[in-house]
């Protein structure tokens, strides 16, 4: 197992080296001088134009591009993400700061939706044909169609502006709050987010287990004469859920951008305010290391898509 | 009077499918006696309706189909049971299936779940019959029952995947889980279409082993004469949703009586007799089963039709001490029976 | 007796009376039209992209002339869905806007297609170093979340309508190009292909003449799916402010304006039916893409 998950991650450094060639030739296409996000610009405010000249040279600014790239990429890997322009705070302040609440938000999401998507998914493909089963697939079509910022828009209008039940947005995330005081703030944004994620899952494992019902070894086990419930839940659950992992896997990345979305919608303080904000402001190198973060997370999580399924399906071997 | 070696009796079997808003009369009126001991082989080409025999016994018909008439009864620790009128996914059914019946199918590499190990899916049998108190006890007896089935190294066996095994121990494995409770009934859908002919010798040698040794009733579904001729103690010939003839196999396999039944032994090559033998395809396909003939179903492809036959299907007639057929023009008659 | 045996008795009563099925011979159109939800689909797709596209017979206002004498109207019979902050009548904006909408969307759909099914053909027939390196191109691309990528590109290139188009077909060409290539490979097997080359005839005329068409199912399937994700996403962007610029009028950029919660609130006649309109859009090209995944896909029986 370990050695299986070393390999996969070693096999993602050449893409992951090439992506943050990409992100640098970004950030130095980016209008304006190099200097300006390398120093503090309060610091930068009070230099001279001999100071500014030896500070590029010490700080290698007139190397050659290649040699400025590895050395960025040396920075990276200590920590150093570089600054934002807007504010001056550092890119990895900026990310601490606000990487809870999209953390919080978004494994809220994925959780709700894979619960609920393959519970939905598995009941409509045991009921097939029946009414349960054309309300969920109504509701996934919808989950599919309505483009998640006018849910959330519906969701804000209904029951933050006019039955007052729930916040309108925000997080509330001052010091001592305990989770069940956010829950509020964070129950509209979360399950908007998850929506169409739910659908999504609902739709496949729907399919996936019809799939695995039609099986031959679903009618063996009935031939053993064990429980109606068993076969359908153990045997034919169980081998459904490989490809339905796979799914939530590969969606996962429209999670993140759906993210973005909603949390512009719920003025949820996370990472996709703050990239919103860094592309409306053109702030470069902040938009480029979101960009990079977000890359490292999707492959992280390819990697343990696959290890799940491995362990799920004893037919993939783990070398 | 019932025979008491009888251990399944179906009678007059009509059954339905309602796929794709039509209705298919897949059977339509079967009949036999299954007796102890007994090898009984239902032979016929694909789609004639033996598989739905099989399943209609086990109770595992599919979702859109349903008995209209007739009855299987199941004479079962002193009790005749209906199988026919029992739900299909009910107790009594469930209880029976596994341990009264037990069933192997076609493609044993489908038929094991490939997310459990082979000894977890012997377990699950003997644990729900109550043959097996403990998970321990279980574990025990799925690896003698491994070796009983002659796999080799059965304690590393039952720990391993079905992809791990080959075909034939795939088939193994399966028949040490069907015959997990000694069942009175094995229901074997052609078992070994899938593997390879040296592998079906021995697994044909084990279940005449295990039925000797267990009294089990073997209901046999192949399409194939040879696998008849090897083992079968009877034949049922199935034409389109009827067995137009049965009786002992050796009655059977010398003196056909049903033209049907003799096309299909003449389109057969018989190993030993040499290039010049002369083989008789039959002409024809089976008909479109939602446009069926109206009389005799294999009246359009009967060398011996008459305007008899497209009128009315012939009943069941005895030609012999057990050997029925169904047809007006059966063969024997000429013989002087 | 269960619903399912009186449905039994149903079908075996009419099959007793002797009317079994006929009708269309042709199975894809038999297909699509046994599947009513697609017939739907097609009716609302087309009515709603009509009415964009003949947007002038449906409507006497513009969607850009400011009229500030009748600002924030509820609707009425002279503005039946109301007007905007700045007296614009919602109603030709959602036409007008639809056409630019749908432009983006079916635009850069056909562009993500061309190039990702050309290349895929290409490749998927002839592999070698060209197949390398257009694939890890599409993983360095599909590595990304979309929607960060549409992001970071439009932060590059700026905000513009050719933009996103170009955006949306750089974003949305390696999924084509992964399906046209798996389904090359899988053709590439076949016989006739191997017949084909032992004709001696040449190698893009094989890939693109004769096997292309038998993967052209999966790809229009594709091709609608597309459309209705580039709609959602041109929506989501100009609703951010950050696509469409936002004196074009496009669905998202109407919507942009609910983003004032007292909009949001009082005037929902700007806001709901173009969300409605958007919706039922993509609902349908959904609609029409399931049908034709159904239609075109040979491992369904029917």
């Known amino acids: 197992m370990a050695t299986y998950t070393l390999r996969k991650v070693l096999s993602l450094i050449p893409m992951m080296l090439f992506i943050s060639f990409l992100i640098y030739l970004g950030i130095e296409l980016m209008p304006g001088d190099a200097v300006d996000f390398l120093i503090p610009p309060d610091a930068l405010a009070t230099m001279s134009a001999e100071q500014l000249n030896a500070m590029r040279e010490s700080l290698g600014l007139n190397d050659p591009f290649l040699v400025r790239y590895l050395k960025w990429l040396g920075g990276l890997l200590q920590g150093e993400f570089g600054y934002s322009i807007q504010s001056g705070v550092p890119v990895a302040t900026l990310m601490k700061n606000h990487l809870p609440a999209t953390i919080e938000l978004t494994v809220t999401a994925l959780v709700f939706s894979s619960v609920f998507g393959v519970l939905f998914g598995v009941l409509s493909a045991l009921k097939k044909g029946s009414l349960i089963d054309q309300v969920f697939s109504l509701i996934g079509m919808a989950g599919v169609a309505i483009p998640q910022f006018l849910l959330g828009l519906i969701c804000i209008n209904a029951f933050a502006l006019h039955l007052n039940i729930l916040p309108a947005g925000g997080r509330m995330a001052s010091a001592g709050q305990s989770f069940v005081e956010r829950l509020p703030y964070l129950l509209m944004p979360a399950l908007v987010l998850g929506f169409s994620l739910t659908a999504g899952v609902m739709r496949y494992a729907r399919s996936s287990m019809l799939d695995s019902m039609g099986r031959d070894y679903m009618k063996t086990a009935r031939a053993k004469g064990i429980p109606e419930w068993r076969v359908n839940l153990l045997h034919g659950l169980r081998t459904a859920l490989t490809p339905v992992v796979v799914l939530i896997g590969f969606r996962l990345p429209m999670l993140i951008g759906g993210a973005v979305v909603i949390e512009e919608v719920f003025q949820w303080p996370g990472i996709g305010s703050l990239f919103v904000n860094a592309v409306r402001s053109q702030n470069t190198p902040l938009v480029m290391m979101i960009g990079f973060f977000s890359v490292l997370l999707v492959l992280i999580s390819s990697i343990i898509v696959d290890i799940v399924t491995a362990f799920l399906d004893p037919r993939i071997k783990l070398s | ?337 | 007796m269960s619903s399912l045996d009186r449905k039994m008795d149903r079908i075996l009563k009419r099959e007793e009376s002797g009317k079994g099925r006929r009708g269309i011979k042709n199975r894809t159109l038999r297909k699509i039209f046994a599947n009513k939800l697609s017939i739907a689909g097609f009716v609302i797709f087309a009515g709603i992209l009509f009415m964009c596209v003949c947007a002038p017979l449906f409507t006497q206002y513009s969607s850009t002339k400011v009229d500030l004498r009748s600002i924030l109207q509820a609707p009425s019979a002279s503005h039946i869905f109301g007007t905007d902050k700045i007296g614009r009548d919602i109603w030709a904006r959602i036409l007008y806007g639809g056409r630019v909408s749908i432009g983006v969307g079916f635009g850069s759909a056909l562009i993500a297609t061309v190039i990702g099914v050309s290349l895929g053909t290409i490749c998927g027939y002839k592999g070698g170093w060209l197949d390398g390196v257009v694939m890890k191109l599409s993983e360095v691309l599909m590595a990304f979340p979309q929607m960060i990528l549409v992001l970071i590109l439009v932060t590059v290139t700026g905000q513009s309508l050719w933009n996103l188009i170009l955006i949306f077909s750089v974003t949305g060409w390696p999924s084509m190009y992964r399906m046209a290539r798996s389904q090359m490979l899988s053709i590439r097997e076949e016989e006739y292909v191997q017949a084909l080359k032992a004709f001696g005839i040449g190698s893009m005329r094989i890939a693109f003449v004769h096997m292309l068409p038998n993967a052209i199912g999966p790809i229009f399937v594709n091709v609608t799916l597309s459309t209705a994700m580039f709609i959602l996403q041109e929506a989501s962007l100009s609703f951010l402010g950050l696509g469409v610029p936002l004196e074009v009028a496009t669905w998202g950029n109407i919507l942009n304006v609910a983003q004032d919660l007292t909009i949001l609130k009082d005037a929902p006649w700007i806001w709901l039916p173009t969300g409605i309109v958007v919706t039922l859009f993509v609902v349908s090209i959904n609609f029409i893409g399931d049908g034709l995944r159904d239609a075109t896909d040979p491992s369904q029986i029917g």
């Open chain 2, 1 to 337: 009077m019932e025979n008491k070696d009888v251990v399944v009796s179906v009678k007059d079997l009509h059954v339905n499918f309602y796929n794709n808003n039509r209705c298919n009369r897949v059977l339509r009126g079967v009949s036999f006696d299954l007796k102890k001991r007994d090898i009984m082989c239902i032979v016929g080409e694909s789609g004639c309706g033996k598989s739905v025999t099989a399943n209609s016994i086990m109770g595992l018909l599919p979702e859109l189909s349903r008995i209209e008439s007739g009855s299987i009864d199941f004479y079962y620790q002193g009790r005749d049971i209906r199988i026919d009128r029992l739900k299909r996914k009910g107790k009594e059914m469930r209880e029976l299936r596994g341990s009264g019946m037990a069933m192997i199918f076609q493609d044993p590499m489908t038929a094991l779940n490939p997310v459990f190990t082979v000894g977890y899916q012997i377990n699950e049998a003997l644990m729900y019959h109550n043959q097996a108190k403990t998970k321990k006890e279980a574990d025990q007896m799925a690896v003698q029952l491994l070796k009983d089935m002659g796999i080799p190294l059965p304690q590393q066996r039952v720990k391993e995947y079905p992809h791990q095994f080959s075909g034939g121990m795939c088939q193994r494995a399966m028949i040490a889980m069907a015959m997990s409770c000694r069942p009175k009934v094995l229901v074997a859908d052609e078992p070994t279409t899938a593997l390879d002919v040296t592998i079906q010798a021995q697994i044909f040698e084990l279940m005449l082993e295990l039925k000797n040794n267990n009294d089990t009733a073997i209901l046999l579904i192949t399409h194939d004469m040879g696998v008849v001729a090897e083992l079968a103690d009877r034949v049922a010939v199935m034409y389109m949703g009827n067995i137009v003839e049965s009786g002992e196999a050796r009655a059977i396999l010398t003196r056909p009586a049903h033209p049907y039944t003799k096309a299909l032994l003449d389109s057969i090559p018989v190993l030993g007799r040499g290039k010049g033998q002369k083989l008789e395809p039959i002409k024809g396909s089976t008909p479109d089963p939602y446009n069926r003939p109206k009389g005799c179903q294999f009246a359009p492809r009967c060398p011996y039709a008459t305007k008899e036959c497209e009128t009315a299907m012939p009943g069941e007639q005895t030609i012999e001490e057990g050997h029925m057929c169904r047809c007006f023009h059966n063969l024997l008659k000429g013989e002087g029976i």
